[in-house]
């Protein structure tokens, strides 16, 4: 059975432009979790979405986006890039509430 | 809003020996579950083990187990038999059992394992 899979692995982007994320959860799976991870703040909730509805969102700013297509595969969108969004970011998917899945991660650089 | 807390942001253990990484949280639930993820080199956030709070038992996988005091709210680590594979940054979290999946983790404790 697959992981979660998450594209690209790496990415660099300048201030003020846009960038997607990719995340395939596991077969079956269709909840998504989003996160951010970084040095100073650590590992903070983006937002979650289940079949195809976002179902709970963190304490981030509308910068910050994401949709679930049919077959569960999540995207999320940043838009403007700041430097301070600069950090690794996860997906994890889910069965039910008992258990998270974690994909290998994006890591976003903003310069 | 719960909260979880790793008091040791560092820990070392020589190899083949036991280490125990501490966890503690809070929360107004009675129901949950806790968890706890290992982030190696490779950034990819692994689960180690995990703990039903209906459940007094702790949980045990090999040469992971828990000692989860609901009333204190503490979950503890402990490693036996540490080995150098199980160096990595060591992550608790607390996830609530209703429709909210979020997982909400602690700052994490970076093990070392000492030769």
């Known amino acids: 059975k697959a992981g979660v899979t998450q594209t690209p692995r790496y990415l660099i982007k300048t201030r003020g432009q846009q960038v997607t994320l990719s995340c395939s959860p596991i077969s079956g799976h269709r909840s998504v979790s989003w996160y951010q991870q970084t040095p100073g703040q650590g590992l903070q909730f983006l937002f979650e979405y289940f079949s195809e509805t976002q179902r709970n969102k963190g304490n981030f700013p509308g910068r910050f986006s994401g949709r679930q297509f049919s077959n569960s595969r999540s995207e999320m969108n940043v838009s403007t890039l700041e430097l301070g969004d600069s950090a690794l970011y996860l997906c994890?998917?889910?069965?039910?509430?008992?258990?998270?899945?974690f994909g290998q991660g994006t890591r976003l650089t903003v310069v | 809003a719960q909260t979880v807390t790793q008091s040791q942001p560092e820990m070392s253990v020589q190899e083949a020996e036991t280490v125990t990484l501490s966890c503690t949280y809070d929360?107004?639930?009675?129901?949950?579950?806790l968890f706890w993820y290992k982030q190696p080199p490779s950034r990819q956030m692994i689960l180690v083990i995990r703990?039903?709070?209906?459940?007094?038992q702790n949980a045990t996988e090999n040469r992971f187990s828990v000692n989860f005091q609901k009333a204190a709210k503490s979950f503890s680590l402990k490693i036996s038999d540490s080995q150098l594979g199980d160096a990595a940054m060591y992550f608790c979290a607390y996830r609530s059992p209703g429709s909210a999946r979020q997982l909400t983790f602690g700052s994490g404790t970076q093990l070392t394992v000492l030769p």
């Open positions: 994890a998917s889910s069965l039910d509430a008992t258990e998270a899945f």
């Open positions: 703990q039903e709070a209906y459940k007094q």
């Open positions: 929360t107004s639930e009675s129901d949950y579950y």
